[in-house]
């Protein structure tokens, strides 16, 4: 088995909790493609989204930032090329401080490397966070895009003084070297209603 060295996972659920519910899962999808990636997915009109290249020009990343603080060290992290996120989006209607949002990390491994052999290593990982909130739940699904494995786990964390707890839900899918984890953060309040939204963005996801 070959082994992936630092799974993006864990790094797009912490990216994650730097944003925050209140998304309906009426909106419809509208299609979204990460510009040089191959990749698309569909996220709730109503929200609003951002790649790796607008955010460098487009004044939606300050707007966002100014109206949901919460979002800047987020939008920081897509600024920076180094971070891995590729594109993030967010209701821009906060609850409580929290913002229901998807983002997309993307990673280089071996070649070789699986949905499965990539979400073994997440697992793994994640299983060691003394913040995460078990039971880790881990299953192959098929996408549309091809084979994936969906994790579900709570995280608590501090914010503003305060402790939160988060519903965290990301799907990994591997083409050639390049993995691609699509993480949709909400409060336990929101998660199952919001599910069926989750599941129908990320059978959403096209790649090319």
Excluded at 2 to 9: G, I, M, S
Excluded at 12 to 18: D, G, N, Q, R, S
Excluded at 52 to 59: G, I, K, L, N, P
Excluded at 157 to 163: A, E, H, N, P, V
């Amino acid at each position: 088995m070959k082994r992936v060295r630092r799974p993006a996972t864990l790094v797009a659920a912490l990216l994650a909790l730097l944003a925050a519910t209140s998304a309906e899962a009426a909106a419809p999808l509208v299609r979204h493609a990460v510009p040089g990636l191959g990749f698309s997915i569909g996220v709730p009109s109503t929200w609003k989204a951002i790649d790796y290249r607008e955010v460098a020009t487009s004044d939606v990343a300050d707007r966002l930032a100014k109206e949901n603080p919460n979002l800047r060290q987020l939008i920081q992290a897509i600024r920076d090329p180094k971070s891995g996120v590729r594109f993030f989006a967010a209701d821009p209607s906060a609850v409580n401080g929290f913002a229901t949002n998807l983002n997309v990390v993307v990673e280089k491994v071996p070649e070789g490397v699986t949905a499965a052999v990539y979400a073994n290593a997440a697992f793994s990982q994640l299983s060691r966070v003394s913040n995460v909130i078990r039971p880790i739940r881990r299953q192959e699904i098929k996408l549309p895009a091809g084979p994936s494995a969906r994790l579900r786990y709570g995280l608590r964390f501090s914010l503003g003084g305060k402790q939160i707890v988060v519903a965290i839900t990301q799907y990994a899918l591997v083409r050639g070297t390049q993995a691609f984890v699509v993480t949709y953060t909400t409060l336990p309040t929101r998660a199952a209603k919001l599910s069926t939204l989750f599941e129908a963005s990320a059978r959403s996801i096209r790649l090319s």
